[in-house]
């Protein structure tokens, strides 16, 4: 069973989560993070433009299918079907693959992404845990990490930007279980 958890944003006082069904330890799925919010905080127009395109996406419950105009609003946007890694579903691959979905907002402008509403720390989604949460809070300019149910820890941008990521790795490694 792989290593389950969330990955969400957090802005004007609202959460979002997407799932990731495995590889969402701070080794793996923690470390793209890092390196997504180190990209976006040094460079200031990335970051202006990922602020400004996640206030406008339209968060579509993934237990459900796509309506034909969600699925219309993905199909103008020929740049972001041609660069799909694997799948030519969009909407599959984005509900596997959550930090793709927030890249794809700010390269491509993307204006849907598959939010898991029913995911809550420390629960079971899809047959596995959800043992790992990173929320990008832009609110406050944190990347939150959870553990569990457990807030382990917020770390400012600007700590992210300039710390080594095995330094901020070997941090959160040494914590125990909540």
Request: charged content about 20%; some cysteine.
């Amino acid at each position: 069973m792989g290593t389950g958890g969330v990955v969400g944003v957090r802005f004007n006082s609202e959460c979002r989560l997407c799932y990731q069904s495995h590889d969402a330890s701070p080794s793996c799925l923690g470390e793209e993070i890092v390196s997504f919010v180190k990209k976006l905080h040094t460079d200031p127009l990335k970051m202006l433009t990922f602020v400004e395109n996640i206030q406008t996406v339209e968060w579509a419950d993934a237990a459900l299918q796509p309506t034909p105009e969600q699925v219309e609003k993905l199909h103008g946007n020929p740049e972001i079907l041609i660069h799909l890694d694997y799948n030519t579903d969009w909407y599959t691959q984005f509900i596997f693959d959550p930090l793709e979905c927030l890249e794809y907002v700010t390269t491509f402008g993307l204006s849907v992404i598959p939010e898991h509403k029913k995911c809550e720390f420390g629960t079971y989604n899809y047959g596995s845990p959800i043992q790992y949460a990173y929320i990008i809070n832009l609110d406050i300019g944190v990347l939150e990490l959870y553990r569990h149910c457990c807030l382990m820890g917020q770390f400012p941008f600007e700590e992210i930007s300039g710390a080594q990521n095995d330094t901020w790795f070997k941090a959160l490694l040494t914590w125990e279980d909540c």
